[in-house]
């Protein structure tokens, strides 16, 4: 009986996971929808010149890529923020476009979490009161700016050392 099972079994999974699938990229190309248009808007470029430009190109396939592995709003903003970065003036150069994906694509929300606590410490204690501590390790502080990682010491000094691999911040 268990072989007949895996036939239909196989064909259930496959149709649900077709349809998670789908799902995920119907929404990423909303998103990438919506950074074409800001892009077009801001750099002041056509839809063919984007399609045409080989790093925006090169930039959205990392992106999907990335896209279709997560259901993470936190990553899905990071992913969309690096495609609107992807162009213009100021646009990385195409090998630190690529890290940034593939660095998107390896962390955890937690890694990008923490990220963005580091780049402005300051504006998490904009809701939350500062805490009163003298001295202490930025662990420390980092656990009262973002609570979630109150009783997660190991885990949090584990998500700082594989960014401190990673070159994106110094060690604690």
């Known amino acids: 009986a268990v072989p007949v099972a895996g036939g239909p079994l196989s064909v259930a999974v496959q149709a649900a996971m077709g349809h998670m ?3 995920r990229m119907s929404v990423w190309l909303d998103d990438l929808a919506e950074v074409v248009t800001e892009l077009q808007s801001r750099e002041a470029v056509s839809l063919e010149d984007l399609i045409g430009n080989e790093a925006f190109a090169d930039a959205v ?3 999907s890529r990335a896209a279709q592995a997560t259901h993470s709003d936190d990553k899905l903003l990071a992913l969309k923020n690096g ?3 992807s162009i213009g003036e100021d646009a990385p150069e195409a090998d630190e476009l690529s890290r940034f994906f593939r ?3 390896e962390f ?3 890694h990008l979490r923490v990220l963005n606590y580091l780049r402005d410490p300051a504006a998490a204690f904009v809701e939350i009161p ?3 501590i003298i001295s202490g390790s930025r662990l420390s502080v ?3 700016a973002l609570p979630e990682f109150d009783q997660l010491d190991e885990w949090l000094a584990l998500l700082v050392t594989d960014l401190t691999a990673a070159q994106l ?4």
């Not at 911040?169 to 604690?172: C, N, P, Q, Y």
């Open 21 to 23: 699938y789908g799902r």
């Open 61 to 63: 396939v990392a992106a």
């Open 83 to 85: 495609l609107r970065h």
């Open 103 to 105: 660095l998107v694509d």
């Open 108 to 110: 955890t929300p937690s």
């Open 130 to 132: 500062r805490p009163n």
């Open 142 to 144: 980092l656990v009262h």
């Open 169 to 172: 911040v110094k060690g604690s």
